[in-house]
Every structure is written in structure tokens, then in C-alpha cells.
């Protein structure tokens, strides 16, 4: 079954450091791209950053600087290391495959499965 | 970035009804238009991925259709489990890939 769980989440002042933690099962987080999504309470989905098959890393402008994605292979775990943390940052926070179908030249990507989530609070 | 802008932000239905959504980008984006439902404090799930095509498991209710810029969402007969928030997400080229702000599918 492919699952993903999420862990690392917690109350954190503003200005510190958290490490998420998704364990991944059914599939390699080395070979696929993965992502980490958000939601902060009461408010939409925000897609947060991806780390392609190749290693390659992508961020929103909200995080960039600030967020660091990276993966460990041998434990088929995937990471988000979040620094200057602010109130803004304040949210669920989801782990999500990537999956990719080619089509003729195109690439198609969609964001399934999704872990459980885990809750970031930044606050004083 | 590309921005995406769903329509309309929530609505009343009941059983039965048939439920339209739409999903405007502010550029063209091909079909890399992917539709997820969220359930009340539960992680999101696929519905439809590549503008149209049904995640298997999905019941063939749902249906997407759309290209370019103009997508949408349909629920042919709603039923008592679909009440929820519905997204759109584009996924075209590479990241950042963006999200619609949401559409909540509430009890008439």
C-alpha cells in the first residue's frame, strides 16, 4: 500500500527551526518527485516546494531562502527543514507524491497520495 | 506565477443535483489541471487529474472537462458523501504549481 506520514510538527516561537519528517512506504521517494503542500487554519491548500527525481529542488517565493526540501534515499524518507519560522508560516502541513503520465511530448503531474498531515504553530 | 481563480467560492445543493464548478488560469496551461477533494480536518484526495482523466477508484459522478485556460468540475448527481471543499491545481511546466482558493459544496 503506498502511505505517507508525516511527523516533526509542533508549537515553535517565531524565528526558530523545525524539521519535517515523511515516511514514505509502497514506492521510493528516490525516483518519484515529491512535495510538501500547507494549509493554514481556516484557509486554502499552498503548495510549498518539490524535489524532482533528478534532485532537483523548487519553492514558493513565500518560503524560498528560509525552507530547505531534501530526501534520504536509504530510509525512503523526505524532509522539510524550515528556518526563520513566522507567524505566517503557521499551518498544516502535507506530505504528497508527485506521480508523472507522459502524453504524446507532455508531462502531466498530480499530487497523490497525501499523508495525514502534521500541525506547525509559530507562536510567541 | 500562474494564478488560478475558482468559481464560485462556495454553494448550497442538494441530493441529487447535478454541481458545477469552475476553475479559471490566468494563463493557458494546456490540461495540467489536476481536481482534489478536502473533507473537514482530513488531508486532501485526487479526483480528476489532467483535466479528465478519473483517479481509479473515483466514482464516475465526477467528471472534468476543460482546456487552455477554462476548466470545470462536475458532480452529475451529488450525493450525501460529497459534500466537501474542492480545488483546482495546475501543474503546468515546472513549479510553483498553484491551487484555486477552494469551493465549498454545502447542504441546501
Known amino acids: 500500500e503506498v502511505q505517507l506520514v508525516e511527523s516533526g510538527g509542533g508549537l515553535i516561537q517565531p524565528g526558530g527551526s523545525l524539521r519535517l519528517s515523511c515516511a514514505a512506504s509502497g514506492f521510493g521517494v528516490s525516483n518519484n518527485y515529491m512535495s510538501w503542500v500547507r494549509q493554514a487554519p481556516g484557509k486554502g491548500l499552498e503548495w510549498v516546494s518539490l524535489i524532482n527525481s533528478g534532485g532537483g529542488k523548487y519553492y514558493a517565493d513565500s518560503v524560498r531562502g528560509r525552507f530547505t526540501i531534501s530526501r534520504d534515499n536509504s530510509k525512503n524518507m523526505l524532509y522539510l527543514q524550515m528556518n526563520s519560522l513566522r507567524a505566517e508560516d503557521t499551518a498544516v502541513y502535507y506530505c504528497?507524491?508527485?506521480?508523472?503520465?507522459?502524453?504524446?511530448?507532455?508531462?502531466?503531474?498530480?499530487?497523490?497520495?497525501w499523508g495525514q498531515g502534521t500541525l506547525v504553530t509559530v507562536s510567541s | 506565477d500562474i494564478q488560478m481563480t475558482q468559481s464560485p467560492s462556495s454553494l448550497s445543493a442538494s441530493v441529487g443535483d447535478k454541481v458545477t464548478i469552475t476553475c479559471r488560469a490566468s494563463?493557458?496551461?494546456?490540461?495540467?489541471l489536476n481536481w482534489y477533494q478536502q473533507k473537514s480536518g482530513k488531508a486532501p484526495n485526487l479526483l480528476i487529474y489532467a483535466a479528465s482523466s478519473l483517479r481509479s477508484g473515483v466514482p464516475s459522478r465526477f467528471s472534468g472537462s476543460g482546456s487552455g485556460t477554462d476548466f470545470t468540475l462536475t458532480i452529475s448527481s451529488l450525493q450525501p458523501e460529497d459534500f466537501a471543499t474542492y480545488y483546482c491545481q495546475q501543474s503546468y511546466i515546472m513549479p510553483p504549481w498553484t491551487f484555486g482558493q477552494g469551493t465549498k459544496v454545502e447542504v441546501k
Open positions: 494563463q493557458s496551461i494546456s490540461t495540467s
Open positions: 504528497t507524491r508527485a506521480p508523472m503520465v507522459l502524453r504524446g511530448v507532455r508531462q502531466y503531474y498530480w499530487l497523490d497520495p
